[in-house]
């Protein structure tokens, strides 16, 4: 194939994912996409083979266009560098990143949500979306098990149940963010979700205490 024929398709997929995103799989016919693409039907399935196997496509076109800022992100939590080139960002200032890019990205509601709202019955775009789910909890744990090595957070903390309530977070905020004419919410509550980690710092009282504990223990034994 082509350069330019790689390039064309490229295009075509960029427009079909736009279209896709805006008015989700079942309100977008096929003359919408060939009016968005500008490709007609027969190229359209000759490139693509139906319009179910274009929306997978255009799913995964939208998964290589905004998660490679996301594993930025998660990259520099937990993988640091050496020498010159450390620039190892914390954890909460991480997570703090991440919600960023969701807040700004909210508007268009997210297309793995949607997509898994309305194809909740269809085996192909479930795969999808749990892949995607799956990869950013990864990334989410690797941060926070990160966080708790380095002693950022506290031992106790469990880096994959955390991950988890943020992946759930993550995905309720592109659905709220899409919907909701106040800002103010969803920047609040993302701000909430880092607060709420950052309860799991630790406690600058927690190693006094012990030494207390022991030192009473000692004290008993004797």
């Known amino acids: 194939m082509s350069r330019n024929k790689n390039a064309d398709l490229d295009r075509v997929l960029r427009a079909a994912t736009r279209v896709f995103l805006d008015r989700g799989f079942s309100a977008t016919s096929m003359s919408d996409l060939v009016a968005a693409t500008g490709m007609n039907r027969a190229g359209l399935y000759a490139a693509f083979g139906s319009k179910h196997q274009l929306y997978i496509t255009a799913l995964q076109r939208y998964r290589d266009d905004t998660e490679p800022e996301l594993r930025a992100i998660t990259r520099r939590a937990v993988?640091?560098?050496?020498?010159?080139?450390?620039?190892a960002t914390g954890a909460l200032d991480a997570i703090g990143d991440l919600l960023d890019v969701v807040v700004r990205h909210s508007k268009e509601g997210g297309f793995i949500v949607r997509a898994a709202v309305?194809?909740?019955?269809?085996?192909?775009?479930?795969?999808?979306?749990?892949d995607a789910w799956d990869d950013l909890e990864h990334d989410l744990a690797a941060v926070l098990a990160r966080a708790v090595a380095q002693g950022e957070l506290d031992p106790a903390a469990d880096p994959a149940r955390l991950a988890r309530t943020a992946l759930v977070f993550v995905q309720g905020a592109l659905v709220t963010g899409h919907a909701d004419e106040n800002e103010a919410r969803l920047a609040d509550a993302a701000a909430g979700l880092v607060d709420l980690l950052a309860s799991y710092r630790p406690?600058?009282?927690?190693?006094?205490?012990?030494?207390?504990?022991?030192?009473?223990?000692?004290?008993?034994?004797?």
């Open 203 to 222: 406690s600058a009282t927690a190693a006094p205490i012990r030494s207390q504990a022991a030192d009473e223990a000692l004290l008993n034994e004797s």
């Open 79 to 87: 993988d640091p560098g050496t020498g010159d080139e450390q620039t």
């Open 118 to 130: 309305e194809l909740a019955d269809d085996p192909a775009t479930v795969r999808r979306v749990q």
